[in-house]
C-alpha cells in the first residue's frame, strides 16, 4: 500500500510551501498527491522535489464532480494517507452588498464545502497517528466587516476542525487548523481586486515558508492550534476577551 500526503490549494503560496517542506521532513512517503486547478503549477513541484513522487491531480475544487474523481482515485489505489492538507481556498475583500455573487459562492464551496467533503473523503484512508492540517485564517478569530463571508468560511472550517478533532482522538488522528494573519501570496490578488488593502496588513505580511515550517512543528506536537507570530497570537487573545460587539466595531 502506498504511503502518501494530499495537499490541495499546492499550486501557489502556502500550499506549495507545504508540500516542498513536507517532502523534506517526510521522507517516507512515497507519494505526495497535490491538487488545484493549475496543471502546470502543480507539474513544476515534480521538478522541485526529487525524493518523492509528486501526483498532480488538476482539479476545481468548487465542482462537486472533482470530489467524485478523488473518491474514485482513492477507491483504486487504496493508499494509506499520513498526511491531508486542506488549503485551497480564496478571500474577496469589501462590502457584502457590492461583492459580485459569482465569487461569493466560489469561496463557499472552495473553502467550506470542498474542504468539508475531501476530509470525508479521505478519512477512511488515514492511519494512526496520520495527521489532517486545516488552513483557515486568524480572520477565523472573530466577525470582520469588510471581509465578512470570508472570515465567516475561516470560522467555520476553525469551529468544525477543532470538533472534528475530538471525535477523532479515539482512532488517533490528530487535526491541527492553521490560522496565519497576513500571508505574502497570490491570495491578495483574489481577494483585494477592487480594495485597497488595510496599510496594517501590509505591515504585518509574513513568509509563507515561515509559516508553513511554524504550522508543521505544531503538527508534530499534535496542537489543535497553530498561529504564526506574537502578533497574530496577541489578537488571537484578544479577540476572545473582547465582545463581538466591540471588535466589529473595532475593525470597521
Ligand atoms: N495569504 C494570506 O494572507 C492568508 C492568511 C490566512 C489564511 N490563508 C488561507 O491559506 C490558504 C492558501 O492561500 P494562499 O495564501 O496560499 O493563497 P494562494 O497563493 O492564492 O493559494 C490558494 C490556493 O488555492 C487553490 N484554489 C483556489 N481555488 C480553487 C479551486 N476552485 N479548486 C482548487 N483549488 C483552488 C489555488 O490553486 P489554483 O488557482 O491553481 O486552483 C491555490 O493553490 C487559503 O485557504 C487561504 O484562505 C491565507
Not at 472570515?151 to 468544525?160: E, G, I, M
Not at 502578533?231 to 473582547?242: E, F, H, I, P, S
Amino acid at each position: 500500500m502506498k504511503k502518501v500526503a494530499i495537499v490541495t490549494g499546492a499550486s501557489s503560496g502556502l500550499g506549495r510551501q507545504f508540500v516542498l517542506q513536507i517532502a523534506k521532513s517526510h521522507g517516507f512517503l512515497d507519494e505526495i498527491w497535490v491538487v488545484a486547478r493549475r496543471a502546470d503549477r502543480l507539474l513544476e513541484l515534480g521538478v522541485l522535489v526529487s525524493n518523492i513522487v509528486i501526483r498532480p491531480i488538476p482539479l476545481d475544487l468548487s465542482k462537486k464532480d472533482s470530489i467524485v474523481r478523488i473518491r474514485s482515485i482513492l477507491a483504486k489505489e487504496k493508499p494509506k494517507v499520513y498526511v491531508l492538507v486542506n488549503c485551497s481556498g480564496l478571500g474577496l475583500a469589501g462590502l457584502f452588498d457590492r461583492q459580485d455573487e459569482e465569487l461569493l459562492d466560489q469561496m463557499l464551496k472552495v473553502n467550506c464545502l470542498a474542504l468539508t467533503r475531501v476530509t470525508r473523503a479521505v478519512l477512511p484512508y488515514m492511519p494512526k497517528k496520520s495527521r489532517i492540517v486545516q488552513v483557515a485564517s486568524s480572520a477565523a478569530f472573530a466577525p470582520q466587516p469588510g471581509f465578512a463571508v470570508y472570515a465567516a468560511t475561516k470560522s467555520y472550517v476553525l469551529n468544525y476542525s477543532l470538533a472534528l478533532r475530538q471525535e477523532l482522538k479515539k482512532r488517533r488522528i490528530y487535526v491541527t487548523t492553521v490560522c496565519p494573519g497576513p500571508v505574502n501570496t497570490e491570495f491578495f490578488d483574489t481577494a483585494y481586486q477592487k480594495k485597497e488593502m488595510k496599510l496594517y496588513k501590509k505591515l504585518v505580511m509574513a513568509k509563507p515558508e515561515r509559516v508553513v515550517k511554524k504550522a508543521l512543528k505544531d503538527v508534530k506536537k499534535g496542537r489543535a492550534v497553530s498561529v504564526y507570530g506574537i502578533l497574530m497570537k496577541a489578537v488571537r487573545v484578544l479577540c476572545k476577551l473582547l465582545p463581538s460587539s466591540l471588535i466589529v466595531r473595532l475593525i470597521h
